[in-house]
């Protein structure tokens, strides 16, 4: 059974409307992901706020923390205070899993489409590494403090890395990271009490 010039038209409309809504996603994501970030910097004097909330608070810092692309929210300072008033363990924990989840921002900008990230210095490389070692690149950028994590999650979104792979792969690689600072905190505030 051949394909008429009429199926053949019908199959290049849907696929251009299809084309069309992915673009517009994907546009819609970016222009998202970057007003989301400039909020996150212009009242991140608030966020240190939810330290308060405790545990809670530890999750949605982190979250947020992790959310703002190129403009850092230093969350790890508050989550090291928290660890040194709660439980060190569970701080670094929540913290990790609220971390991860705000690290989908990046993911989503990456998925959202390539438009700028060429021009990003190290993104090819860690392109490269993605498609070399993928989860393990994921890990090791989560665990160390760095700013190329952001673009780790970029690359992964656009490279369509499994989002349930990025997600443990960064959860594996910021649990440590996490307890660490909480840790920090702890050992800070017992050097304050020789003064």
Known sequence: MQNTDKDIEKKEDTSQKTSWKKRTLQIFLMVFIIALSALIFIYRDYVALLGVYGYIGAFFIALIGSASLIMPVPSWVIIAALGAALNPWIIGSVAAVGGTIGELSGYGLGFGGRIGLEKIPHYERIVNWMRRW??????????????????????????????????????????????????????????????
């Open 134 to 195: 993928g989860g393990i690149t994921i890990f090791v950028l989560a665990l160390i403090p760095n700013p190329l994590f952001d673009i780790a999650g970029a690359a992964a979104g656009a490279l369509k890395y499994p989002v349930w792979k990025f997600m443990l792969w960064g959860f594996l690689g910021r649990w440590p990271k996490s307890v660490f600072y909480a840790y920090v905190g702890i050992w800070f505030s017992s050097v304050l009490t020789w003064f």
